[in-house]
């Protein structure tokens, strides 16, 4: 992982929200410098993301602790497995234990998620992320992402064309002439396919996606070029009438899905022909992986 200056900020903020103007509890207790040795132990089975940005929060504190890695970067743990040995100063591994344990343990959390989910599929489809990540640690949590074996989607509004639903109403609102016009499956078809139109013709090489309810509005994307297809919260049945509508054509579209899609079901959704699976639930929902700092 290549650490760069928005990560080192990232990194100095969250130990600046926790440490302020020090550890009071270690100053008390240890006013002179005193040598230990501890380590980061993993206190459930999972996949380990984040030992960059765990290394950096103690190094950023005392450039002299040392950091030994005992597992690699996206590797699986077992519950009281050794993920890391320090040495250095107690002060600074005690100041920087928390925030390395939080960046480490969300991380892996996404990551484990993520290659439970990569299993479940069997490489029938991409795994991938969306936008619903916490503020300011997105380049961290897509990250985490791919180190569990996903994809990302785009990283913001800046690098993808995604026509949503929102963009649908406003337009479909802007054609309305009169309160009889509200809102109809006509109306709202008419507008797919101007948007579409719309988009392609501007986005250069970008490709364009649109977010689609069902079938007549996906045959609609279909028709009108749309690059990428979402299908958004559909029954198993109505993608694979889909899928198989688009099957001999010859430019086929990418196929995504998202919405409603659980570990329990995701291997039958997985099975209906399309290319990859949205998931905000990969960084949103993701638990935290245990893991603790103890000293030896």
Known sequence: MKI??????????????????????TKILFPMAKKVKAIILAKEKGIIAGLPIAKLSFKTLDKKIKFIPRVKEGEEVKANQIVAEL???CAGLLAGERVALNFLSHLSGIATLTDLLVKKVKNRVKIMDTRKTLPGLRILEKYAVKTGGGKNHRFGLFDGILIKDNHIEIATSSAEKSELLAMTPKLKIQVIEELILTAKK???KMKVEVEVENYQEALTAIRTGADIIMLDNMKPATIRKIVKFAKNLPKKPIFEISGG????NISQFASLGIDRISLGALTHSAPALDLGMEIT
């Open 87 to 89: 040495v250095g100063n």
């Open 261 to 264: 899609i659980t570990l329990e």
């Open 4 to 25: 760069s200056k928005e990560i080192e900020d990232l990194v100095k903020r969250a130990l600046d929200e926790d440490i302020g103007e020090g550890d009071r509890t």
């Open 202 to 204: 501007e986005a250069k």
